[in-house]
């Protein structure tokens, strides 16, 4: 099993530029997530899905979409970034919302916006 | 308001020695869970322990215990025996049962630096 995955590892993006953070899991996962992690910061949550189909917001949504078309990938999409999405961005996933099932987190993708 | 406070930025230990990192947390929700993630230079997020609010005694995992203290809202983190390798950020976070979302809640983390 390869767990969580996140494509790209490493991106320099200029102001406006858009692009797409591609998350999968191979763990049949229902649940979804995207986090960013500012320096001094614990992560917090961008959007979330809870299906196939499905997302929300969550604390941080402004300047982000996005899409759960199939169950094991969760894309997020800067449509014209600004030098404050410079972050790292996790994915995670879990089995359940409930409190006992932990969240496996993706290795992370570090953006960078100029 | 849901919150995890964590209020050690830094700490240091001297290897093998043991270390307590401290987390409180704040929720009206009768039901939740208490996670520790460990996150090295790397850059990767571990997870380390879990506590249920209903769970009647501590958790352990490992070297890894959580000591909980529901009337005070505490949920600290102690490692025995520290290894060099112990060194990274340790983040606390919290996940009410309320709610649909599943989301963890985390603190601003605790950088804990070991000692040869």
């Known amino acids: 099993n390869a767990g969580v995955t996140q494509t790209p590892k490493f991106r320099v993006l200029k102001t406006g530029q858009s692009m797409t953070l591609l998350c999968a899991q191979d763990?049949?996962?229902?649940?979804m997530y995207w986090y960013r992690q500012d320096p001094g910061m614990g992560l917090r949550l961008i959007h979330y899905?809870?299906?196939?189909?499905?997302?929300a917001k969550g604390e941080v949504p402004d300047g982000y979409n996005v899409s759960r078309l199939k169950k094991q990938n969760f894309l997020l999409g800067l449509e014209s970034a600004a030098p404050s999405q410079t972050s790292v961005y996790f994915c995670a996933s879990s089995y359940s919302r409930l409190s006992g099932y932990e969240q496996y987190f993706g290795p992370g993708t570090r953006l960078t916006v100029t | 308001a849901q919150k995890i406070t964590q209020t050690q930025p830094g700490m240091f230990v001297q290897e093998k020695e043991a270390v307590t990192l401290d987390c409180t947390y704040d929720t009206s929700d009768p039901s939740y869970g208490l996670f520790w993630y460990k996150q090295p230079s790397s850059g990767e997020m571990i997870f380390l322990i879990y506590q249920g609010s209903y769970d009647q005694q501590n958790a352990t995992e490992g070297r890894y215990s959580l000591n909980f203290q529901k009337a005070r809202k505490s949920a600290n983190l102690v490692i025995s025996a520290s290894q060099l390798g112990d060194s990274a950020m340790y983040f606390c976070a919290m996940r009410p049962y309320g709610g649909s979302q599943g989301n963890l809640i985390f603190g601003k983390g605790t950088k804990l630096s070991v000692k040869p």
């Open positions: 763990m049949n996962h229902e649940y």
């Open positions: 899905s809870v299906g196939e189909g499905t997302t």
